[in-house]
């Protein structure tokens, strides 16, 4: 196993959409296990294959109570609103009052190719919809009004300009 790099903002791969994993291998497998290691070592709750580089849909997340991992996730269904603050390991230091469902149920497969699904409410349910967001190319930064995104773009790109 090892620690990947991570894609920060403005790198223009967290805002490409990803392909579908069409053959579950020891490549993909070996992807998950560094993507959790990653996500742990980062001390972050959720991680998306986009932000180590990688143009698939897999997720990995760990809310308290253990690893979930899903290749191809879908909402099949979400209910209620709820409104908390947000961070993303993609835009570090950022941290936004975003607005996701209450409940949502989670269809993918798990690493060997079983068809789940998963029901998730508060953290578990916005950590899926976050984690999904990126599979589609969606950042945080992109569920806030266009003022406040243009402002947080602006630190984040000052940031990672190199260093003089």
Same mark, same amino acid.
């Given at each position: 196993m090892?620690?990947?790099?991570?894609?920060?903002?403005?790198?223009?791969?967290?805002?490409?959409?990803?392909?579908?994993?069409?053959?579950?291998?020891?490549?993909?497998?070996?992807?998950?296990?560094d993507?959790?290691?990653?996500?742990?070592?980062?001390?972050?709750?959720?991680?998306a294959?986009?932000?180590?580089?990688?143009?698939?849909?897999?997720?990995?997340?760990?809310?308290?109570?253990?690893?979930?991992?899903?290749?191809?996730?879908?909402l099949?269904?979400?209910?209620? =609103?709820?409104?908390?603050? +947000? @961070?993303? *390991?993609?835009?570090?230091? %950022? #941290?936004?009052?975003?607005t996701?469902?209450? /409940?949502?149920?989670?269809?993918?497969?798990?690493?060997e190719?079983?068809?789940?699904?998963?029901?998730?409410?508060?953290?578990?349910?916005r950590i899926?919809?976050? =984690?999904?967001?990126?599979? +589609? @190319?969606? *950042?945080?930064?992109d569920? %806030? #009004?266009?003022?406040?995104?243009?402002?947080? /773009?602006?630190?984040?790109?000052?940031?990672?300009?190199?260093?003089?």
């Open positions: 090892a620690v990947l790099e991570l894609l920060i903002y403005p790198n223009p791969l967290l805002k490409k959409k990803t392909e579908k994993v069409e053959k579950i291998d020891s490549a993909v497998k070996k992807l998950i296990r993507m959790a290691e990653t996500m742990y070592f980062h001390k972050g709750v959720g991680l294959a986009p932000q180590v580089g990688v143009s698939k849909q897999i997720i990995t997340i760990d809310a308290g109570k253990g690893l979930i991992c899903l290749i191809n996730p879908t099949v269904s979400k209910e209620g =609103e709820m409104q908390i603050e +947000e @961070g993303c *390991l993609s835009c570090p230091e %950022v #941290s936004l009052s975003v996701r469902c209450r /409940k949502v149920v989670v269809k993918g497969l798990d690493p190719g079983k068809e789940v699904m998963i029901e998730a409410e508060e953290l578990l349910a899926f919809q976050h =984690e999904i967001d990126h599979l +589609e @190319g969606v *950042l945080i930064i569920r %806030v #009004s266009p003022l406040k995104r243009e402002l947080i /773009k602006k630190k984040l790109k000052k940031k990672s300009a190199p260093k003089e």
